[in-house]
């Protein structure tokens, strides 16, 4: 089944801790992205990375990392979170054929607390 | 500034009834206009998408109109069910660029 798949799906954690969000598609996705969405804000793009090795910020990368160093995988890094970091995430991916215009393709969000 | 605007509000209708749904933008010369479906917590899913040179799309019972004069989507559900019933996005990229920024979404609640 063609899918994104993030993990974890849940995560309460406290100022400071390193965390990591992982992203991962099976649909040989070149593009891939972050998002983050707050009630009465929408949703906001973190990064994002056309392909391998090639990643760039989006709107609100302040306080995220990302890499790209396999084309299936996509994690999302918080070095030392906040609380303002506490928000709903979404992983998603597309082909990047300019031809149609591809729709992305969601993951199921990743539901962040940072007490 | 680039702008995308849905209304805020959540639109109330009847069972069997068609909601229509607007999305405007401002600043943007838009190759193809998209429209996601979110129910809550869980991720957008893809519906229609519609390019500049198109006047409207249909999809079952989806309807989806682009007039690039006017700067404004439409977006129609007819024969509405409650199982309608969630946000509906729309998002907007602009001509060479692979990346649509999305509009804030509007809540749908069909009522039986």
């Known amino acids: 089944e063609a899918q994104v798949t993030q993990n974890p799906r849940y995560l309460i954690t406290v100022t400071g801790k390193k965390l990591t969000v992982t992203c991962s598609q099976n649909?040989?996705?070149?593009?891939m992205s972050w998002y983050r969405q707050d009630p009465g804000l929408g949703l906001r793009q973190i990064y994002y990375?056309?392909?391998?090795?090639?990643?760039d910020k989006g709107d609100v990368p302040e306080g995220y990392k990302v890499s790209r160093k396999e084309k299936r995988n996509f994690p999302l890094i918080l070095e030392s979170p906040s609380p303002n970091q506490t928000s709903l995430y979404f992983c998603?991916?597309?082909?990047?054929?300019?031809?149609?215009?591809?729709?992305?393709?969601f993951g199921p969000g990743t539901r962040l607390t940072v007490l | 500034s680039q702008k995308i605007e849905q209304n805020s509000e959540a639109l109330n209708i009847q069972e069997g009834k068609t909601a229509t749904l607007t999305c405007n933008y401002t600043n943007y010369s838009p190759a193809y206009l998209q429209w996601y479906r979110q129910d809550p917590g869980r991720g957008p899913v893809f519906l229609l998408l519609i390019r500049e040179n198109e006047k409207e799309k249909r999809k079952e019972r989806l309807k989806v109109t682009f007039d690039t004069t006017l700067k404004q989507s439409l977006f129609h559900i007819t024969a509405s069910q409650p199982a309608d019933s969630a946000t509906y996005l729309c998002?907007?990229?602009?001509?060479?660029?692979?990346?649509?920024?999305f509009g804030r979404g509007t809540s749908l609640i069909v009522h039986p």
């Open positions: 649909m040989n996705h070149e593009y």
């Open positions: 998002a907007l990229a602009s001509g060479g660029s692979y990346i649509p920024t």
């Open positions: 998603a991916s597309k082909h990047t054929s300019a031809a149609s215009y591809n729709e992305q393709f």
């Open positions: 990375s056309m392909n391998v090795e090639v990643t």
